[in-house]
């Protein structure tokens, strides 16, 4: 497999903000986790006049720490990337709070998997605005475009900062690992297509919402893209060889992956078998149709 460039080390104290760039503040949520790495990093962008992306999780102790953090400031948009509990459920409570409305890329849509693979979806979202790519939203010194990236889940939406040249990813690049793609709502083929649209424009640095940003984007971007090639690939070659169930070609691509892992593995490999199928590179039958069902039995939690 092609090695990502990972980055992990990151200093902070959780609930305390932190002045990251020129434009850019970050407040930590106390919500660390498997999904969340060492929590949610919530962006506070611009001076007196801001906006907030990806609020977090509603617990009082969080919504405080953003409360004093926007004391005397004017909060102008609440931004959210995805529905996911770690981003969004503090996005209408503070905009309430705030005076102001919620911009994001749609509601929630509910996925049926019975394996936990994320933070779970925030069912009850629905932002006051719904955003389409390449909208622009102005501030005091700052501007910010928003860009469509479907994958992670159907309405995900990066945001960058035109002034400093910074894209907030999301769950869409991570740092500190790769992101989940978990059907139905998670798509592998949009997944690709929204990781080619960021590699063709050159950014300074990638803010994600979990762990620390990426300063030399291009080379990791481009790691990121063949990472998911090369497990296709894989995946293919499995195929070729003869495999017919999806844990059996878990069990050979991912053997040197603990084994409690491979329900999780499993779901991956559906989300590219699925794109696989789509592209016309691999055939559906009824048995694919049993391996989703006898994937879905499998019950584990990572
Ligand atoms: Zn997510």
């Known amino acids: 497999m092609a090695s990502i460039p990972f980055v992990s080390e990151i200093e902070f104290d959780y609930e305390e903000v932190a002045h990251v760039s020129p434009l850019i503040q970050r407040v930590i949520a106390n919500n660390p986790g498997a999904f969340t790495y060492t929590g949610t990093g919530v962006y506070i962008i611009g001076d007196k006049e801001c906006a907030i992306l990806d609020p977090g999780p509603l617990t009082e102790t969080h919504f405080d720490a953003l409360k004093k953090v926007l004391e005397g400031r004017t909060l102008k948009y609440v931004f959210v990337t995805h529905s996911h509990m770690d981003h969004s459920p503090l996005a209408h409570p503070l905009a309430e709070w705030a005076g102001c409305e919620v911009y994001a890329g749609g509601p929630a849509i509910p996925t049926e998997s019975d394996v936990r693979l994320e933070a779970g979806d925030d069912l009850s979202f629905q932002p006051h605005h719904t955003i389409v790519d390449g909208q622009t939203f102005s501030g005091d010194g700052w501007t910010i475009e928003a860009v469509a990236t479907p994958g992670h889940t159907s309405n995900h939406f990066c945001f960058v900062l035109k002034e ?120 559906a039958s009824s048995q694919v149709h049993n391996l989703k069902t006898e994937y879905r039995s499998a019950s584990v939690s990572v």
């Not at 690709?192 to 424009?201: G, H, P, Q, W």
């Not at 640095?205 to 979990?210: A, E, N």
């Not at 329900?263 to 016309?280: G, K």
Request: charged fraction near 25%.
């Open 164 to 283: 400093e040249n910074a894209l907030f990813s999301g769950d869409h690049i991570m740092g500190w690992s790769t992101t989940v793609i978990s059907p139905p709502d998670g798509n592998m083929g949009d997944y690709f297509n929204s990781l080619e649209k960021i590699r063709a424009r050159d950014y300074s640095t990638i803010w994600p919402t979990h762990g620390p940003p990426v300063t030399d984007t291009k080379p990791f971007v481009e790691a990121y893209i063949s990472h998911r090639r090369k497990r296709e690939e894989a995946i293919i070659a499995r195929l070729d060889a003869g495999d017919t169930t999806i844990p059996q070609m878990v069990k050979t691509i991912y053997k040197d992956v603990d084994k409690r892992l491979h329900p999780a593995a499993c779901h991956s490999v559906l989300a590219h078998m699925i794109h696989l199928v789509e592209t016309e590179r691999a055939i």
